[in-house]
């Protein structure tokens, strides 16, 4: 049974500061912090003394940093003394001692707040009956209240008053909260409106409520948690992110005490986006101190350095790295210590501290901690669908026992197609090892009649996967789009690249000729959508998505261009105008849309393992198409109209009938994933292509194999016939585009 302390002396708050505290004496003593104001009070007077803190470096570890070590830049930036009225507003300095989030710090007195008509309440603000105190932290006060007008629950953020003295807290504080309001998205608690109240105007922001607990509120209960939740928080806070950053916005202090778990909706949301940095002008005047908390922000936060989304991936890293390991990845007895960690050591690798952890998900984990912000993940959307792949995985598991060692049992052919699916747009660029891509080739070409070991022509010098091929209406040229951003146009005859152009920033996803050849377009992870002029690879229009862009289809009878997207929506656009002229959306990702050949039905189908029928000329819902167990990834409408093709994740080719929304056929067509099919013009055949490396092509009718080729040395990504049917292409992540003979 532990005892409790008394009131520390003086000699032990400054060891408390210098960090030379033995290791369980300084449990004690942070034990007791946590609890007493006086103390609390006492350190903070003690650490605005004047220290010059480059004389306490020695005493932080055994060993002293390198003479070019980043370290020492940033202990300059906080040499200096620093004021009493600064102590408040930089509580990050005040969190020297536990490894938690939210830093201990004094009451704020709520004299703000106007007297309350009704003594059940704290006070009124503007027209909100304040309630309760929900939560300190270093902006001011967090409240929740009863909104007179419209009759609802709110929360309020109320700038510190110390800090609304500053005019340019307040204006940032202003400007930064308008732009958060401007992020719509479930993975982000909204910013209704941003109010001032009182005769000295100070700001509040008026936010939805969120009913629930934080992350560090869970950490802080049950320390480790299961790797299928960790994989859902970690999903959904990258959704969150991406949404933001797709808007400029940057978050700067993502932690566990802004990602709030909703309880009702199962739901991740992250909150106080930006504002972070209104008090960075008050704190580096005051303190040179740089805005962020020390556990959890990037090395150029620490440096003072400028920078950019990728730090927030940083932190979301080492959000993760906690929720495996049950503590943060770099810790220390003092922010200086932690600052010294984040700008030179290593973290000590995930699996060591928890070996339930797959590997695929601690190489994850390492990337987005690297020092270089180069070297991490440079996206919140790969991120975020790289871990949506992982969740859709585990949601099909009927396995209840914890989600970490499933996963670690799982057969490790189950993992790597995945992650050759999933992570394959991630990852190529950061240049991983070869080792996490197999390719289960499976039986030789000769186990099947009419399987062809040699394909008439191979291109194999693409820089990156190949996510789409598409033939021109001659047949005389194949359209390659690549994962590097590019476009290359493929002279078949002549067996020679006739041109290269860049067409997107990011993935190339699909690119697709109109029936007459008159039209050429390619979507891309970067969200818009381009209608080229070829051969001259002049951009002829540009349409733009909120995200990156996945399905693309054209009209058979007009010039109607469908397009599906990440988040879900569905857009018809007309090439002679920058505006959609219908919107739609279905739950989850939308990876592929295909439109009927007489232009009446619109297809769309992805990760949440339904196809919707819509009805194309309106975008009315007609049907839902409900029994695959996983993704879809491509879908194909055959010459009749009425049967449609769907193939994804659970290794199924499935043939419905579009009318009746009957499953007219279903049966296993590979070893793993499979990510295209495609019909011949006379719908006598399909074709299909998966992780497992083969192509296959297949009856129509009866779903008899007919042929399967093999070469690429990883998952096939596309397959598409060329206009009579007899030449299949397949691209995928080898970066090599073969073209096979079809009898």
């Not at 040179?288 to 990728?310: C, I, K, N, W």
């Not at 979301?316 to 943060?328: K, S």
């Not at 009718?701 to 007899?726: P, Q, W, Y």
Request: charged letters at 25%; glycine letters at 8%; proline letters at 5%.
């Amino acid at each position: 049974m532990k005892t409790s302390i008394g009131c520390l002396q003086t000699d032990e708050l400054r060891q408390m500061l210098d960090g030379s505290l033995s290791g369980e004496r300084q449990q004690e003593c942070t034990a007791h912090m946590d609890s007493c104001e006086c103390c609390q009070a006492r350190i903070e007077e003690l650490a605005v003394e004047g220290t010059n803190l480059s004389q306490v470096v020695g005493q932080l570890q055994e060993s002293q940093p390198v003479a070019n070590s980043a370290y020492w830049p940033a202990l300059k930036a906080l040499d200096r003394s620093v004021a009493p009225e600064s102590r408040d507003s930089n509580p990050e300095m005040q969190q020297t001692f536990v490894p938690k989030s939210s830093p201990t710090r004094r009451d704020v007195a709520l004299d703000f707040l106007e007297p309350a008509s009704d003594s059940a309440y704290l006070g009124r603000i503007a027209h909100f009956d304040v309630m309760r105190v929900l939560g300190r932290g270093g902006m001011g006060l967090v409240l929740e209240a009863f909104d007179s007008r419209l009759q609802r629950n709110v929360a309020l953020k109320v700038l510190d008053p110390d800090l609304a003295e500053d005019e340019v807290a307040r204006q940032r504080f202003c400007r930064e909260a308008r732009a958060a309001a401007s992020i719509t998205h479930e993975n982000v608690v909204a910013v209704h409106q941003v109010e001032k109240a009182g005769g000295d105007g100070l700001p509040f922001l008026v936010m939805q409520l969120i009913g629930g607990e934080s992350l560090e509120q869970r950490l802080a209960r049950e320390k480790q948690l299961s790797f299928r939740e960790i994989v859902r928080i970690g999903m959904q806070a990258a959704k969150g992110l991406a949404a933001a950053h797709a808007l400029g916005m940057v978050h700067r202090d993502v932690k566990p005490g802004n990602i709030l778990l909703e309880t009702s909706e199962d739901r991740v949301k992250l909150t106080d986006f930006g504002l972070a940095h209104v008090a960075e002008d008050v704190k580096l005047t005051r303190t040179g101190f740089v805005s962020g908390t020390p556990l959890y922000m990037a090395p150029e936060q620490a440096l003072g350095e400028p920078s950019d989304h990728r730090s927030d991936l940083f932190s979301l890293g080492a959000v993760l790295y906690e929720m495996c390991a049950g503590r943060p990845p770099f810790t220390g007895n003092s922010a200086l210590a932690i600052l010294k960690q984040i700008a030179d050591a290593k973290h000590r690798p995930l699996r060591e501290l928890n070996p339930s952890i797959p590997d695929w998900f601690a190489e994850v984990v390492d990337r987005l901690l690297a020092k270089k912000p180069g070297d991490r993940i440079q996206t919140a959307a790969q991120l975020a669908e790289l871990l949506e792949y992982e969740w859709a995985l585990m949601k099909t598991t009927s396995d209840d026992v914890p989600a970490v060692c499933a996963i670690e049992e799982r057969k490790r052919t189950v993992r790597n197609r995945w992650i050759a699916a999933a992570i394959g747009t991630t990852f190529l660029a950061l240049g991983l090892a070869g080792g996490w891509f197999i390719s289960n080739r499976g039986p030789g070409p000769d186990a099947v009649p009419g399987s062809s070991a040699e394909p008439v022509a191979v291109l194999a010098a693409n820089a990156g996967a190949v996510w789409s091929v598409a033939f021109d209406p001659a047949g005389d040229n194949v359209v390659m789009a690549v994962e590097d951003g590019s476009i290359r146009v493929w002279d078949l005859p002549a067996k020679s690249i006739k041109s290269t152009f860049h067409a997107h920033n990011g993935v190339v996803w699909v690119s697709r000729y109109s029936p007459n050849g008159e039209l050429f377009a390619t979507a891309g992870d970067d969200g818009l959508i381009k209608l080229w002029n070829l051969p001259q690879a002049d951009v002829a229009q540009t349409f733009e998505h909120p995200n990156a862009v996945r399905g693309l289809a054209f009209g058979h009878s007009d010039r109607r261009i469908f397009a599906g997207s990440r988040d879900g929506s569905l857009n018809v656009w007309s090439p002679d105008s920058r505006e959609p002229l219908l919107e739609a959306r279905q739950p989850g990702a939308a990876y592929v849309v295909a439109i009927s050949p007489d232009d009446e039905t619109l297809a769309s189908a992805g990760s949440d393992k339904v196809v919707w029928l819509w009805n194309a000329k309106n975008l009315t819902q007609k049907l839902k198409l409900e029994g695959h167990s996983g993704p879809i990834f491509s879908l194909a409408f055959l010459p009749d109209g009425r049967r449609l093709a769907s193939v994804g994740w659970d290794k199924t080719i499935r043939i419905w009938d579009t009318s009746s929304g009957l499953l007219l056929k279903s049966w296993k067509g590979h070893e793993s994933d499979i990510w295209s099919i495609a019909c011949t013009p006379d719908g006598t055949k399909l074709a299909t292509g998966g992780t497992d490396g083969a192509a296959k092509v297949w009856n129509a009718e009866t779903g008899e194999l007919l042929a399967t080729f093999f070469g690429h040395k990883s998952g096939i990504h596309t397959v598409a016939f060329n206009r009579d049917g007899t030449l299949l292409a397949s691209g995928g992540r080898d970066g090599a585009v073969r073209i096979w003979p079809i009898q």
